[in-house]
């Protein structure tokens, strides 16, 4: 069964770019859709591409980092038939809410006499 693997990218980045990338690369024209945002020429889009083996992954992630992708994500079991806009966005929302974010620098103050039976005032 094939996977989809979805990469968000920065608006600076080209998406004609990017398809020529992804032909170039040995991907057909059917096996990619590009989202883009309508509403602004300076958001973010998305691109979704059609992947069977871990070549193919490794192949389109390499296109994606090339072309100012910021992150990717692999959905298993899925064909570019069932997708649409809403569906990813839907997903990498979900993946992103239960992804553990690195937390600000936390300092723990330890005590340094260790642990004795004499009591201080």
Same mark, same amino acid.
């Given at each position: 069964?094939? @996977?989809?693997?979805?990469?968000?990218?920065? @608006? =600076?980045?080209?998406?004609?770019?990017?398809?020529?990338?992804?032909?170039?690369?040995?991907?057909?024209?059917?096996?990619?859709?590009?989202?883009? !945002?309508?509403? +602004?020429? &300076? +958001?973010?889009?998305? $691109?979704?591409?059609?992947? !069977?083996?871990? &070549?193919?992954?490794?192949?389109? =992630?390499?296109?994606?980092?090339? &072309?100012?992708?910021?992150?990717?994500?692999?959905?298993?079991?899925?064909?570019? &038939?069932?997708?649409?806009?809403?569906?990813?966005?839907?997903?990498?929302? $979900?993946? !992103? =809410?239960?992804?553990? @974010?690195?937390?600000?620098?936390?300092?723990?103050?330890?005590?340094?006499?260790?642990?004795?039976?004499?009591?201080?005032?």
């Amino acid at each position: 069964m094939s @996977h989809i693997l979805a990469g968000l990218f920065d @608006h =600076r980045s080209d998406y004609k770019q990017l398809e020529s990338d992804l032909e170039n690369s040995g991907f057909e024209n059917t096996d990619y859709i590009v989202y883009l !945002n309508s509403g +602004s020429n &300076n +958001s973010q889009y998305l $691109a979704s591409v059609t992947v !069977n083996d871990i &070549n193919q992954i490794d192949l389109a =992630r390499n296109v994606f980092i090339q &072309n100012a992708g910021l992150k990717s994500y692999l959905f298993e079991n899925m064909n570019i &038939n069932e997708t649409n806009y809403d569906t990813i966005k839907k997903y990498i929302d $979900a993946r !992103n =809410r239960a992804e553990i @974010h690195n937390s600000p620098d936390i300092k723990i103050k330890t005590s340094s006499d260790g642990m004795n039976s004499e009591v201080k005032f």
